[in-house]
């Protein structure tokens, strides 16, 4: 159980909060239903099932997509050209280590951290594709496989409250690179991954986020504390217990970070404290 002192919004995560990161369905497109769950059409024609144009007939077309009401219509041979469908599965992987159980603003880096890979999860609930999550602790890692659905997101939510509630009660380390291995069974080759940290940016997993990149839309997502991204103008004492020294902080350099995983394949994208408000 969560100690008294970690219970209030910002400290401890809620599944409530990550329901409602859920955007405005009026704002999202369509979701077809005659689609198998967790494929979407790609731009390429293919042999999907969403209907992409009716047009003459070329060599080479396949007289069984031959499309009789235009044939008799126009009295020259039509065809119906198809979407080529696609695996549409995304993983959400959250950092709930000891490095992210920390912040100086308004909530834990954690806690965004898990804020803004709900509003991920959401949006590729809302296109029709499968999403499933993985959470880093210093005990390990936890998954939840991918599903399509809002029940689907409902269950994680719940499990990234719940992993939440049990990375404050044991925080560690862990070991992040024997984690992300895992991940390689967990999305296909077309898949999306979305990994959710801090800006060392899991430090010694470079072999398995290359790994994962090949073959695989791999985003991470750095999430920066306001002290990183609007540090005090006002020099800051420091203490150690024996001794003092002032300074003052910068703004955190995320390019020498942002360089090596781009090398890696690792599309890279910061997140201001605004973002996860």
């Not at 099932?49 to 003459?56: P, S, Y």
């Not at 695996?87 to 992987?93: A, N, P, S, V």
């Not at 100086?104 to 594709?129: K, P």
């Amino acid at each position: 159980m969560v100690a008294a002192a970690l219970d209030h919004p910002g400290l401890r995560l809620t599944e409530a909060e990550l329901l409602a990161r859920r955007p405005d369905p009026v704002t999202q497109r369509h979701r077809p239903t005659s689609r198998r769950p967790g494929a979407v059409p790609a731009a390429p024609p293919g042999q999907g099932m969403d209907l992409r144009e009716i047009r003459a007939f070329s060599e080479g077309d396949d007289l069984r997509r031959i499309d009789a009401a235009a044939t008799a219509r126009t009295g020259q041979l039509h065809v119906r050209s198809f979407h080529e469908d696609r695996d549409d599965t995304t993983l959400l992987i959250a950092d709930f280590r000891a490095p992210m159980l920390w912040g100086t603003g308004s909530a834990l880096r954690s806690v965004r951290a898990a804020r803004w890979l709900a509003l991920l999860g959401w949006r590729a609930e809302m296109r029709g594709g499968s999403v499933g999550v993985m959470v880093l602790t210093g005990q390990g890692a936890t998954v939840v496989s991918a599903g399509t659905g809002r029940r689907q997101m409902q269950e994680i939510a719940a499990h990234l409250a719940h992993a939440h509630d049990m990375a404050l009660t044991r925080p560690g380390d862990g070991a992040p690179e024997a984690a992300l291995m895992q991940a390689l069974r967990l999305v296909p080759s077309g898949g999306r991954v979305h990994v959710a940290t801090g800006p060392d940016a899991l430090p010694g997993a470079e072999g398995a986020l290359a790994r994962l990149a090949r073959g695989r839309e791999v985003t991470l997502h750095m999430i920066l504390d306001p002290v990183e991204t609007a540090p005090p103008a006002m020099a800051l004492s420091v203490h150690d217990g024996t001794s003092a020294r002032h300074g003052r902080l910068r703004v955190h350099d995320t390019l020498p970070r942002v360089t090596s995983l781009h090398a890696l394949g690792v599309k890279v994208e910061t997140v201001d404290p605004d973002d996860t408000e």
